[in-house]
């Protein structure tokens, strides 16, 4: 079974400085997706960032980019200049992307702080 | 364009009643995944709806059963509530090509507390 592990239960970040929140991750799978997840106090998960595993190139979106090592099973994410807005949980998530299997197995999140 | 509407946003039960939660997709959408995400967890899959049939299935009890109607809004049964049902309920919807790739668009949730 997949498994999904964010070993930071909870982050601070001063105001326009840059954190990097971690994600390891278990598959014997080749062919996957992996996101980053950012749940506000409105409960509502938004999609941050994804990662197609046979693409080399990290994925990049505004301030959020990562840093994925498929050998070490690694998908970490880099807010740059961060914002009040971006105080949340935020869940790394893992998804296969043959036929037949379409759900999401997701850690346990980061609660991250943007301290003004 | 509204995005994923979930209802009611708050439920309570009790113990050994049912409880019926329902979910409007994205508009465009055709399919539906449902999560129940307990207090400090991540979410975790209960099933998802595709052409009005349960496409795949997570870990849970059959207590848990669900439905999708010709105009591919969802619900979510629960029969014979116990207090480890008490969670937030997510659902998500996506549309299923190669080129949207089946991404997950979520609503903010039914918060259910069995007591």
């Avoid at chain 1, 070993?7 to 001063?14: A, G, I, K």
């Avoid at chain 2, 979410?43 to 059963?65: H, L, V």
């Avoid at chain 2, 591919?72 to 008490?86: P, Q, R, T």
Wanted: aromatic share 12%; proline share 4%; net charge neutral.
């Amino acid at each position: 079974a997949q498994t999904v592990t964010q070993s930071q239960p909870e982050m601070s970040v001063q105001e326009a400085e840059t954190v990097t929140l971690s994600c390891t991750y278990d598959t014997s799978e080749n062919n996957y997706y992996l996101f980053w997840y950012k749940q506000p106090p409105s409960r509502q998960m938004i999609l941050v960032i994804r990662q197609e595993a046979y693409k080399q190139q990290n994925a990049t979106e505004n301030r959020f980019s990562v840093n994925f090592q498929k050998a070490a099973k690694s998908f970490s994410l880099k807010i740059s200049d961060s914002q009040l807005g971006d105080t949340a949980m935020y869940f790394c998530a893992w998804r296969y992307s043959g036929a037949g299997s379409y759900q999401l197995t997701f850690g346990k999140g980061t609660k991250l702080s943007v301290i003004p | 364009d509204a995005g994923v509407t979930q209802s009611p946003t708050h439920l309570i039960k009790t113990r050994g009643q049912q409880v019926t939660l329902r979910c409007s997709p994205k508009s465009g959408h055709d399919t539906v995944s449902w999560y129940q995400q307990a207090l400090g967890q991540g979410p975790q899959f209960i099933f998802q709806y595709y052409e009005e049939e349960e496409r795949q299935r997570g870990n849970f009890p059959d207590r848990f059963s669900g439905h999708q109607f010709p105009n591919y809004s969802s619900e979510l049964n629960v029969n014979a509530l116990l207090l480890g049902d008490s969670a937030l309920y997510l659902c998500a919807s996506s549309f299923l090509d190669r080129v949207a790739k089946n991404i997950q668009y979520f609503g903010a949730g039914t918060r259910l507390s069995v007591l």
